[in-house]
């Protein structure tokens, strides 16, 4: 029974590393929660493109609201994370302390939710692909398969969901609406934004200026 189950173990390990080197080179086929966007509304609206076709304001937008020491932590902000468990000692509403390479992780690999074991797994990915795919890569990925409104992912569907154009001619502004909406796209709309989305646009805009994409 053990030499089965060590078998099985050494089989699923293989997949996964066979998995994430194929993952350099290829956007996945489909994700978990790329599925889950299937259930929930009947549809995936998704168009995978390379780093150099999605246009650098929507780089720019989406790591200033999501992780601007993006290019210089190693898959991990301790500074964010400190501040995140500050935050939720405090009883505020829960704060997360994810960086992109984090998100990629549990986007590509795993699924959504809360769990010990969810964030274990996706600390080793993380610590994986920091050092097999590294940034550029990274952020192609995540880009291309993050959620941004109901049954669309990724920037290239999400600029055409939301202004009708492809994700390298979105202004400034408009970059910085579809970033705004993270990390909740199922509540936020750009098309309707509230006063609270409206703050995180101008933020977001301020910010941008001070992004370097390396």
């Not at 994700?167 to 934004?193: M, Q, R, V």
Request: glycine fraction near 8%; proline fraction near 3%; aromatic fraction near 14%.
């Amino acid at each position: 029974m053990w030499k089965k189950l060590k078998k099985l173990l050494y089989i699923v390990i293989l997949a996964n590393i066979l998995f994430i080197v194929w993952g350099k080179f290829f956007n996945p086929p489909i994700t978990i929660t790329q599925m889950g966007g299937v259930v929930d509304y009947g549809k995936l609206e998704r168009d995978y493109i390379s780093y150099a076709d999605m246009g650098n304001n929507v780089k720019k937008a989406v790591i200033a609201s999501e992780d601007q020491a993006f290019f210089t932590h190693n898959g991990f902000d301790y500074k964010a994370i400190e501040k995140a468990m500050k935050h939720n000692e405090q009883g505020k509403k829960l704060r997360g302390g994810s960086t992109i390479s984090q998100q990629t992780a549990k986007n590509i690999f795993l699924w959504q939710g809360r769990s010990w074991l969810r964030k274990g797994l996706e600390t080793i990915y993380t610590f994986i692909i920091e050092t097999i795919w590294g940034k550029e890569v990274i952020l192609e990925r995540y880009l291309n398969s993050i959620e941004m409104g109901q049954g669309v992912f990724g920037v290239e569907a999400a600029a055409d969901y939301y202004f009708n154009k492809s994700s390298k001619d979105l202004t400034k502004s408009e970059a910085a609406w579809i970033a705004a909406i993270l990390p909740n796209p199922k509540k936020y709309d750009p098309k309707n934004p509230s006063a609270y989305l409206k703050r995180k646009h101008r933020w977001i805009l301020r910010q941008m200026s001070h992004v370097s994409l390396k």
